[in-house]
């Protein structure tokens, strides 16, 4: 079983709607999690990092976070074709400084 | 956060040689990390950078392939020894930050895209 779980994708939007994407983790005593955005040919971006239970929004961005049901989420309200990337799903795990990366699920959002 | 750079950007090289690439971060960072990224794949984990000790490797990797410098808190290298071509890959070193939450963040630097001939 991977540490985290993502689905590959990929996920085609329209632009203007909400582009949700899921994460899932093995880790129970995990206690930080982070999406990151990848451009083609870029290197991973920090885009929300979340602790706690519940959602935290920035902007058109919502991180969600489960730790019951181990559920991370991603959702992108206004999708635009500028969101069009590879997404990253990360958790720092019980071990210390360690972190588990997700394969990425690849959003396209079509103009 | 913190501002990574690294040297080179990308180069091609010919198979059995070595290449030594730089990452310099503006402030000073305990943990640094090595990882690698295949076409179309996701982060692999090579190495963590401690400044003052070994580097730590993961499964799969080892010294004498991925021999690694950490002189100060602010620079890391990594060397890709006796090369093949597949070692082709993007080489991406990131620095480990603590947000004004107290948790740890992990950011990247641009990365280096190696193509072995």
């Known amino acids: 079983q991977k540490e985290v779980e993502q689905n590959s994708g990929p996920l085609s939007v329209p632009e203007g709607a909400i582009a949700s994407l899921n994460c899932t983790y093995s880790d129970r005593g995990s206690q930080s999690f982070f999406w990151y955005r990848q451009y083609s040919g870029k290197s991973p971006e920090l885009i929300m990092s979340i602790y706690s239970n519940g959602d935290k929004e920035d902007g058109r961005f919502t991180a969600q976070l489960n730790k019951a049901s181990q559920y991370v989420s991603l959702l992108i309200r206004d999708s635009q074709p500028s969101d069009s990337a590879t997404y990253l799903c990360a958790v720092n795990g019980k071990s210390f400084n360690k972190f588990y990366f997700g394969s990425g699920t690849k959003l396209n959002v079509k103009p | 956060s913190a501002v990574i750079s690294q040297k080179p950007s990308r180069d091609i090289c010919q198979r059995g040689t070595s290449l030594t690439i730089q990452c310099q971060v503006d402030s000073q960072v305990t943990m640094m990390f090595w990882y690698r990224q295949q076409p179309g794949q996701s982060l692999t984990l090579i190495a963590t950078?401690?400044?003052?000790?070994?580097?730590?490797?993961e499964s799969g990797f080892v010294i004498d392939k991925f021999p690694i410098s950490r002189p100060n808190l602010t620079f890391s290298t990594l060397t890709v020894s006796n090369m093949s071509p597949e070692d082709s890959s993007i080489y991406l070193c990131s620095v480990e930050w603590t947000s004004g939450s107290s948790y740890n963040e992990q950011f990247f630097g641009p990365g280096t895209r190696l193509t072995v001939l």
């Open positions: 950078a401690n400044q003052g000790s070994e580097a730590t490797y």
